[in-house]
């Protein structure tokens, strides 16, 4: 699989026991998802098609998290996500053979460059520095980087550049390591959810397919192309900002938003125009707008680079897509098939069931470090 080599290669700097790197990743997988809304914790394992979840739990993260952004140092931070942390694993029994740290996009800065060529390895540095460091708010030697390239075309080839503040990576690593042991491996959320999505993509030649990651305080927009991805960007709208239109329409504290935004209605199972009469939908309304305007823009800053014509489907993860039904008020609005991760994905519990819907599609990512690895070796992949 591309895709296996390619969290592998672009996490490189992360990547620090081998993870990934035999041809078949064998044994479980114990991931620890520090997010903005919960720090969840997830140990299942692969065999062949069949993902399994042993067990997972997951605490609410402290408030700031809210507002944590990629630029902020979290150092003063870590003792309360310590704290959660301790709190989720004192009732939380798992084997595993790997550990796995999943960190939210906000956490990097993740930006895709179009290059005429492929730069050498001694160009390298100076190509990422020229591209990334005006958009850097801290010096750049206080940074981690890693890049890799993702796709070739006729007029040159794209790179994906991750960026990183080094003091907080290193603080979310001892800390696990502290709580647990040393990571074989950490990454950013989408990346580890295209790693569980592959072999949809694959199943999809040639197709134009954007996945969206609906987070709390960002939505990840990754474009592919067959398997190859040609864009991502982010929105920095998420779940967050729909709780606080709730809490502002209903006058109720942002715990209150979160419950009533879980158990209510927002929108109609058929796209109508009396959507506009639900009176929940029009109080998250100016920002479900603007997140989907947001979307259609990434898509015409797409079809005006590749020449494309469509986006065949779009498939939306995350906790905002655990709004029932939002995938047909989307879709509806884009003219485009949205699917939830949900509705093409079946994975299983220790006793046989199904993980559930809402479940999965919050766990997208830790779902695809446990996924991780591959069975064909490369020359398959590029035959």
């Known amino acids: 699989m591309f895709l296996k080599r390619f969290i592998a290669k672009l996490t490189n700097l992360f990547n620090r026991n081998d993870y990934?790197?035999?041809?078949?990743?064998?044994g479980s997988v114990f991931v620890?998802?520090?997010?903005?809304t919960f720090i969840k914790v997830m140990a299942g394992r692969r065999e062949g098609d069949i993902i399994t979840v042993s067990n997972h739990n997951k605490v609410t993260a402290p408030s700031f998290m809210n507002k944590i952004s990629y630029f902020e140092d979290i150092s003063d931070d870590m003792e309360a996500i310590n704290t959660k942390l301790e709190i989720l694993l004192e009732s939380f029994a798992a084997e595993s053979d790997y550990l796995v740290i999943c960190l939210p996009d906000n956490f990097s800065i993740i930006k895709l460059l179009s290059l005429e060529k492929t730069p050498s390895e001694e160009e390298l540095e100076d190509v990422i520095r020229k591209n990334i460091e005006p958009d850097l708010p801290?010096?750049?030697?206080?940074?981690?980087?890693?890049?890799?390239?993702?796709?070739k075309t006729?007029?040159?080839?794209?790179?994906?550049?991750?960026?990183?503040?080094?003091?907080?990576l290193e603080n979310v690593i001892e800390m696990v390591s502290n709580e647990l042991a040393e990571p074989d491996y950490v990454s950013c959320s989408s990346f580890l959810a295209h790693e569980v999505l592959y072999p949809y993509i694959e199943s999809k030649p040639g197709a134009n397919i954007a996945i969206v990651n609906m987070g709390n305080t960002v939505t990840s927009v990754s474009i592919f192309k067959g398997t190859h991805l040609r864009f991502m960007q982010n929105i920095y709208i998420g779940?967050?900002?729909?709780?606080?239109?709730?809490?502002?329409?209903?006058?109720i504290s942002t715990s209150e938003a979160e419950t009533f935004k879980r158990n209510e209605l927002f929108f109609l199972p058929e796209y109508a125009p009396q959507q506009e009469k639900v009176k929940n939908y029009l109080a998250i309304k100016s920002t479900f707008m603007e997140l989907a305007r947001g979307i259609f823009y990434f898509f015409e800053s797409y079809?005006?680079?590749?020449?494309?014509e469509k986006i065949d489907e779009i498939i939306i993860y995350g906790g905002g897509a655990n709004f029932k039904n939002i995938e047909v008020t989307l879709g509806g609005m884009l003219n485009i098939p949205v699917k939830k991760a949900s509705s093409i994905l079946t994975v299983k519990n220790a006793d046989g069931t199904d993980l559930d819907a809402d479940t999965l599609n919050v766990s997208l990512s830790m779902l695809g470090a446990i996924s991780g690895g591959c069975e064909e070796d490369e020359d398959e992949d590029k035959a």
Do not use: C
């Not at 990934?20 to 064998?26: F, I, R, S, T």
């Open 20 to 26: 990934l790197e035999d041809e078949e990743l064998k």
């Open 138 to 151: 801290h010096p750049y030697d206080q940074w981690e980087f890693t890049a890799d390239i993702v796709d």
């Open 154 to 168: 006729d007029n040159g080839i794209n790179m994906i550049v991750l960026a990183t503040l080094r003091q907080n």
């Open 32 to 36: 620890v998802d520090i997010g903005s």
């Open 239 to 251: 779940g967050y900002n729909f709780t606080l239109d709730i809490a502002n329409a209903m006058q």
């Open 303 to 308: 079809f005006t680079k590749y020449f494309e």
